[in-house]
C-alpha cells in the first residue's frame, strides 16, 4: 500500500477496560495502529491509525479508541483564561 | 463558614481593627492531643449498610445524628455512645477499645469496605491564632457548624445569598482569594507535597521563586524546556505555590508556599497541546508521585457530552496511587463542565468573584457522570505572577480557581496526612456555603486548613481506593515524609550549689 492510497491518518488515545494494555494493543495492532507511547501509570496508550479503521478497531473487546484532540488556551491578553 | 457572614463579620469575624470583645480563652485549660476517640471517614453509602459494617465488623453499636433532636449531637451523647454517625459528612465517631479499634483499621485495607479511613480524634487548638484573632475564627467556626446543622437538619433552603455580604478585595497583606479561602490564617504550607502544574510552563528566572524547590518536564515535542513563553503557567504556579513573602514586596499571592513544584510544560508557548501530551504529563506526575496534579485546561463538551475514558483511566489510577487531579470546570457560562473537569475521577472547579458569587463565565454542572461542578475558588482578578518582565499580573478564570484549589488541597494533605480519594472528600466536605446551587459551585467555596499537627506522626495507612476496574491499581511504596522537627531541649541550667 503506497502513502498515496493511504487513508487519512488520525491520532487515537487507546484505554484498555480490563487493564491489559499491551493486549489491547496487540489486537489494534492487526487494524495497523502504529503505537507512538505507553503510559503504564495511566493505562494509556497514544498512536496513529486509519481513519476508515477506527470503527473496527472501536469493535475491539475491552478496548477503547478515542480522537487525540488538541487543547487550546485563549490569548494571553484575553479577558478569561 | 457560612451565616451571618454580613453582619457579623464586621464586628467580630478575624477582626484586625480592634480588641476583641470577649473574654480570652485562658490557653492553659484547653486539652491537647488525642481524645482517645477515632475518627472514621465513610464512603457515602446507604445509612443500614455502614452502621451494620461497623457492628458486625468491630461489635460497634452506632447511633446515628438523625436520631438526636435537630441532629445536634452533644459531647454527652458522643461520650455516652459507642459511636456517633455523623451521616451528613461521611464520619464517625467512634469510642472503641483498642480491638475494636484494630478491627476497623484492618477493614481499610479491604477495598470492598465502606471505611476508607480511621484516625484518631484530636483536640483541636489553632495555637497560631489565639493571640491574633483566633476567638473570632473559632466563634465564626462555630456559627457555620451550627448553621450547618440547623439547615441540613431543618431541611431549610440553602440562605439566600443576602446572608453573604463579605466582600473581598486584595490588601497590602494578601490577595482577595487567599482571604476569602482562608490561606491568610493557615499556618499550613505545603512543604513536603508535590504539587504539579501541568501548563504553558514557568518562567524559571522569576525573581519570586529563587530558591525554590522545582522539578520540570517538557512535553511539547521540539521545546526542551519548560521555560514559560505564555504566562499562563506562571500565573497558575503562582497561585498555587507561590512565595510566603514574595520578594517583590506585594501582597502574598501564593498558596502552598514551601511545597515542592512539578512543572509540566504540556502546552505550547501559544498555548495550545494534544491530548497525548497531556496524559504524558499526568504520567509523569504520577510516576513521580505528586500529591496533586492542577490542570487550568481544557476543551468545551456539548450538552449531553462524555468524558473521555483515556483522561478517566488517568485519573483512577492516579487516585489509586494517592494523586488528586483537579481541573479548571471552563469558561463557557451557562455551558456544561469541559474535558477534561467532566471526567468522575477529575474534581471540576469553579471560579467565584469577590463577592462569593458565581462568577458568570464559569461553566456549569449539565452533563451527568461527571460532568458536575465539585468545587469553587477564587476566579476573577487574580493577582499572581507571571513571566518577566510584567512580573505580576491579573487574571481572571476558571483557570485560575483551580491553582487555589491545588494549593489549598496541598494545605489539607500536609495537615491531615489524606491523599487521593480521602484528600478529595477532605477538601469537598471542608468548603464554606456560599449560598449558591450545587451546579454552579459544587460542594461550595474551597477553604484551608487552620494547619493540624499530625499526631501521631505521619504516615497513616493510606489506603488504596476501590475504583471500577479498568485497569488493576498500581501501589507504590509509601511517600518518604520527614519527621516533624521537635524544637530543641530547652538548655540545661545547673541550679546553683548552696
Redesign the interface.
Known sequence: MTKKKADEKV?V?????????SAAITALEKHGLKV??V??????A?GEADESKLDAMRKTPGV?V?R?????????DS??? | MAARRGSKRAATSRSRNGPPVDEPVPIDSLPLGPTGRSLVVLRPGPQSERVDTLKNLAGIRVAASSDFENAAVTEADIAGADGILLEHIDVMIVNGDPGQIAAIRSSVADLESPILSIEPEEYVIPFDFLTQGGREYLRGYGDAVQSLMERLMTGAPPMDQADVEAVFSDTAAFTWGLQATKVDGSACTGAGIRVCVLDTGFDLLHPDFVGRSVVTQSFVPGVPTVQDGHGHGTHCIGTSCGPKTPAGGVRRYGIAHMATIMVGKVLSDAGSGQDGWILAGINWAVQNKAAIISMSLGSPVAVGGTFKAAYESAAQAALNANCLIVAAAGNSANQPVGSPANCPSIMAVAAVDSSLQHAPFSSIGINPSGGEVNIAAPGVNVFSSVKMPSRYTMMSGTSMATPHVAGIAALQAQSSGLRGQALWNRLTSTTQNIGQTPQLIGSGLAQAPLCRLIHPPFPWPVQPIKHPPIHPPIHFPPLPIPPIPTPPPPPFRRSPQR
Open positions: 491520532r488515545l487507546i484505554t484498555s477496560s480490563d487493564g491489559n494494555l507512538h507511547s503510559m503504564d501509570a495511566i493505562g494509556v497514544t477503547t478515542e487525540e484532540d488538541t487543547v487550546q488556551l485563549p490569548p494571553p479577558a478569561i483564561q
